[in-house]
């Protein structure tokens, strides 16, 4: 199984995502390490959440015209799709199909943070330096760090 600790190097310079992403690998740690009793209502909850924040940065990738935007919801509905098919399982009883499930997810997690949300996290930079910024789920501002970002980046 994938590592589920974060590193500072996994942070793309866009501290909402990076705030997000930190807190979701903390989830995926905490599901990971439920026990059998439990597991059913945190992966759940789990995946209730993941509906949301999808939703919300697909709301964002609308606000600044991503041009991704139909490849990444794409994988957003892959990803949710494969875990709503576990639920059933997980309901009744089959706690290992969800704990694989989770297992699966922290590597596609890994792959999509490493291309699709680094795309988004550059554009977001880029948008921000030619001041043009997102705001997330609430209206807030994304805030940015494009100095620290284009060198992350490689820009």
């Known amino acids: 199984m994938i590592s589920l600790v974060w590193s500072p190097q996994m942070e793309l310079g866009v501290p909402a995502m990076d705030t997000a992403h930190k807190a979701f690998f903390e989830e995926l740690a905490q599901i990971a ?15 209730a959440k993941l509906e949301r924040d999808f939703e919300a940065e697909e709301e964002l990738m609308e606000q600044i015209n991503f041009p ?13 799709s494969g875990l709503h098919h576990v639920v059933p399982q997980v309901m009744n009883g089959e706690i290992a199909a969800g704990r694989r499930a989770i297992e699966l997810l922290a ?15 550059v554009a977001l930079d880029l948008g921000a330096m030619q001041g043009m910024a997102g705001a997330d789920a609430g209206g807030n501002a994304i805030s940015v760090r494009p100095e620290r970002a284009l060198v992350r980046h490689g820009l």
């Open 107 to 121: 590597e596609w997690f890994m792959m999509h943070l490493t291309t699709m949300d680094l795309a988004l996290a």
């Open 68 to 80: 991704a935007l139909n490849s990444h919801r794409e994988q957003h509905a892959r990803i949710l």
């Open 33 to 47: 390490a439920a026990p059998d009793d439990q597991f059913g209502a945190v992966f759940f909850m789990l995946v």
